[in-house]
């Protein structure tokens, strides 16, 4: 028994340690910066060269319909440019050692141009830079801006923008006042980082509401509505939820509505998740900003650019818009699965149905 | 497998791997013209050794009879803990090297005494150590910590005279286990350990000691993976050891090493790890489709433990 | 086990190794009140039976397995297989209910029964076999799906499941106690599970025996693999799915509450019953880490010191009692 013991012993150790790991801060000088960054241009000229090109993608994962609708969208500019003969995928599956050498297979046939959306930024921006330094110009495709020497441009969503639209919206639906829980998508992320500082930026403007927790539901609509149920019996009452990621949203309206609560909360909005715009479109509330998948065809676009020797910045911000509940007839697509999204792909190129 | 032994007189279980890998190497370096450049085979030795590394200690473990599911969890501890120690000073690479192999072979030590005193099937009490671990790294950090030395960084991606320097380790590694488990009394105890414990605890081998020694080996070169792994990524990621115990314990399979233990090599466990990275690699330049190579490599792990499934007991 | 010979000291381990489960559930259920009074409310405790019971389903088919003295490790994958399958075949239509929930349980069972004739036929270790079977499923789930859990709920199907009867228990809190009541007649009062524990405490004897090894070992698999797409459905119906990856790590789970209750690694004792014990015991205290403010991975440290904690327990109290 006493090596049980010292295992527990060991275990609250490291539990310990966690404990002083403190967060990421984020905040609205670091977003503004980044524009800055975003802005400046590029010297493309070191990647100029005729076609017919070949497209390389590095999927950090392929297991996610948001980014299979972005994988379309590069498919379908791609088909739009005839000098892209080819375009080429890998998929990392989550894991960062396969990414890199998915990425090294991926040169070694020559590719043009790669077009990437990392696992983890920091763990491929070596081999990223090695792509860089033999010729291969990079392009991140649909996370937050990168300004790593290894990536040559990105065509992002600022995690920051839509967190603070997502959050002004339910600070107005609510009135200024309330209690208020948090569901961010997997801790760590920056998508989870950004949006908890915008909304932490949006709430110092508005000292009645308050944050009484802030959970992490993985993007996952099972643990998203498992978390609730359980912050459903902590707190008495909850007046707000602040939830970008539509996919969690339903989960968290879903533990409302069994609860016989849903009428006391007022959801935010979330993104241009089909299953939560048929969600918006039956109650008639919350809305959408949306996170547009388009992130994928932009990539592309900037990649062209890039080998034809045409000026680029170092990044292009794919805007978010807000959709208010009246407008969603215009997005939401009754007809399709909830694990869809609304886009302008031609039915050639939308995901098998 | 039976019928080629009988019909052709040739071992498979010593020759399969060889076969499988000459095979493998010839029709790709035909037919895939990519695949005979220096600097693709450069690529794969270097995506072999981390595998490399942890498949040698999982032979240990294997031939011994027991086995060891722990060691993906206890690489990714290392890298976390490694880039975080060295995140904040570059310096302290040979401190953190020494003090991660020292909780590597803690891990492995821990895993034998309970194996041991509590007599738990080691398959279970390892899952269950994965699972802790795993807790662990997620408890200290959800995200990439910390930063790799450059020193870490130089060994596992640069290269000597072409050759990469991450193979060359694998290649010491290798030289040295070998030595330990083909050529040294250690070894000859824990084959007789794997293929009869209850006859060499009559011939007087200190079946406890040998199994904890396994496992302590495990846990070390576990580690050694760890910092290596560490050194390629540049990141302590949380996640990046997930999966890889498994792919040691393939790579052991294809190997000819049967999961019931008593018999063993540590070079054809090494050959396995090529003949994977290999076929992944051709699978890439095939552009074969992301989601079908995880479907092959699935039937690859039922096919090869199907092949080399341990031989009927005599009664 | 003879209980009738053995002497009293004897006779009181059987006892506790038999019942320790339950024990330990009224005491996690005792420190839960004490923590929270939501243990209190009906409400509360149907909802946390309907959260566990993806989990709590899937155990039930694994136990079978492993009182063979085998393991399913592909449970997490059949879940995740499943739950797309039966939304796809749904395609937004009642009338599709019926054939997409057995479309479903035809492919689990049949990946079970895959499993089953490896493990029958060859003397490969099922743990590792269930394992790759699990990667290969999942990769059928994503050349399948595409990469998006596609596939559209037909409408009343999550209703039904999710609808409380009197206003308290959920119906599909009452689906996974009505399987698990199944499972205890087909343990306790069939021929099957009879030969399950024969050929799980002593192959030797059940083969002379004439017990038919093959034959039960494929149907147990199968059992396993259909439970996991049962399992897969109530997945479905309690929350919908929005990945193809919504079993990934159940199986840890799984396991964790088999070997908590009393259904050993090495096969041949423990039951249904304390499966569902040792499924309760998790849920709540997974429930007690989050509610208490513990962060969320946690749960996977308690989970592996349970593993470890029971087998453990449950191998020392077997070693004296035999």
Redesign the interface.
Known sequence: MT??R???LS?AA??A??IT?GP?QADQAADAAQEAKAAQSVDTSQFKKDGPYKVGVS?GY????W??FALQHVRWEASNHPEITDV????A?????KQ???I???L???IDILIYWP?????I??VLKRAVDAGVPTIQAGGGFTDDPGTVSNAYISQWQLGEMVARQLMADLGGKGKIIAMLP????TAAVDQLGALEAVLADHPDVELVSIE?GD????KA???T??LL??FPTIDGVFSPAG??S??VA?AFD?AGRLEEVTMSPGDEYN?WLKWVAQHGKAGAVTFPTRAGQEAVKIGVKVLKGEPVTRGTAVPSEYIAPADIDGYVDP??????WASELPPEFL??? | MAVARLSTGLDLERAGIWLLLATAVAASALTIPEFRDPANLANILRQSSVLGILAIGQTFVIAVGMIDLSVGMIAGLVVVLACWILGGDPELTLVAVALMLALGSAIGLLNGLLVNRLKLHPLILTFAMLSVLQGVIFTITDRSVGRASPTLQAIANGSLLGFPLSAILLLAVLALFHVVFSHSRFGYHLIAVGGNAEGARRAGVDVKRVRLACFVISGFLAALAGLLLAGRLGTGYPLAGSGLELDAIVAVVLGGTALAGGRGSVLRSVGGVIALTIISNVLNLLEVSAFVQLFVKGLIVIVAIIVNQPPRERP | MTLLAAPREEAALAFLSRYAIFIVLVLVFGLALAVSDAFLKPAYLGNVTRQIAPVGIAAIGVTFVMILGGVDLSVGAVISLTAVLCAVQMDGEVANIAPAILAACAAGAAIGAANGLVVAFTRVSPFILTLGMGIAVAGLTQIYSGGTARGIVAPGFREFFNHRIGGVLPVLAVAFLALAALGLVVQRLTVFGRQLFLIGSNRRAALLSGTPLAGVTILAYALSGLFGALAGIALLARSGVSNTLSGQGLEFQVLAAVVLGGTTFEGGRGGIGGTVAGVLVLVIAFNLVNISGLPYHMQLVVMGAVIILASAVYGQIGNRSE
């Open positions: 090596m049980i010292r295992l527990f275990v490291c539990a340690l966690a790991a990421i999927a392929l297991s996610n319909s980014v299979v080429i995928v890998t998929d599956a989550f894991n960062p050692a890199i050498a998915d090294e297979d991926l070694r046939q020559d696992v983890d930024d920091s763990a921006a070596d997997i801790a760590g992320t992490y993007w996952n609509r099972a509505k498992q978390i149920e359980n019996q902590r996919q969690m339903i989960g879903e069994e299953g007809a399709a699965p909830d694990d869809w995901p098998k149905q």
